[in-house]
């Protein structure tokens, strides 16, 4: 039971232009959400964090909305720069639970073009 | 300050043999997380670790697996005996806090068993 998906294992975009990726959720008891981006043979590296509580969150080029109601969550970058390029993961915890332990989806491919 | 650390980076190991690995988070961070990524999939949390006690061992495949934590410092991860599939990545990650907390990760043993 995939409770976290990005149905996009790809995405492609020319530099200086909008990337948008995008990852849904069936668990209405996550409140807490991240992205994370990984490049090959290294681990995945924390990207930016939204909590329930919030429908948008922005840190530099970076920039991530919650649509709650429709459990769903989008990662904008903009401009979109060739070193953008990696597998972006989408996750999601419950505060409820006792643990901190992520739900992770599958990862969408970015690739930018110079 | 250093991040977290795997070893070895690389495993390739027969069928039926024992493999350990093993993982130094953070310096002050209680909670330590192991999680595999199979084949390009999601990546899949194993286990949490709070200081030296398993606070949530629900991923763990089957009894071939054993983790441990050590005074509340490193951690080993030793599958005993290894079948064809547990290859895939096995990443650890720790974080300070678990609640509304990023994790950090390791950049992951890659292990293949022929």
């Known amino acids: 039971d995939q409770q976290v998906k990005q149905n996009s294992p790809s995405l492609s975009v020319q530099e200086g232009r909008i990337s948008i990726l995008n990852c849904d959720y069936t668990?209405?008891?996550?409140?807490?959400f991240l992205w994370y981006k990984k490049y090959p043979a290294e681990g995945p590296t924390f990207l930016i964090s939204?909590?329930?509580?919030?429908d948008k969150n922005e840190d530099g080029r970076f920039t991530v909305f919650l649509n709650k109601s429709a459990k769903h969550l989008s990662l904008h970058i903009v401009p979109s720069q060739p070193g953008d390029s990696a597998v972006y993961f989408c996750?999601?915890?419950?505060?409820?639970?006792?643990?901190?332990?992520?739900?992770f989806g599958q990862g969408t491919t970015l690739q930018v073009k110079p | 300050e250093a991040g977290v650390t795997q070893f070895p980076s690389h495993s390739v190991i027969e069928k039926g043999q024992t493999v350990t690995l093993r993982c130094d988070p953070i310096?002050?961070?209680?909670?330590l997380y192991w999680y595999r990524r199979v084949m390009g999939k999601e990546i899949k949390f194993l286990l949490h670790?709070?200081?030296?006690?398993?606070?949530?061992e629900s991923g763990m495949p089957n009894n071939r697996f054993l983790a441990e934590r050590t005074g509340g410092t490193y951690s080993t991860l030793k599958v005993q005996p290894a079948e064809l599939e547990d290859s895939g990545v096995y990443f650890c990650?720790?974080?300070?806090?678990?609640?509304?907390?990023?994790?950090?990760f390791g950049n992951g043993t890659r292990l293949t068993v022929t």
């Open positions: 990650a720790s974080s300070r806090d678990f609640y509304n907390s990023p994790l950090h």
């Open positions: 668990n209405s008891m996550f409140d807490y």
């Open positions: 939204i909590s329930s509580i919030k």
């Open positions: 996750a999601a915890s419950a505060g409820s639970s006792n643990t901190g332990k992520l739900i």
């Open positions: 310096s002050g961070h209680d909670n």
């Open positions: 670790f709070v200081k030296e006690s398993k606070q949530d």
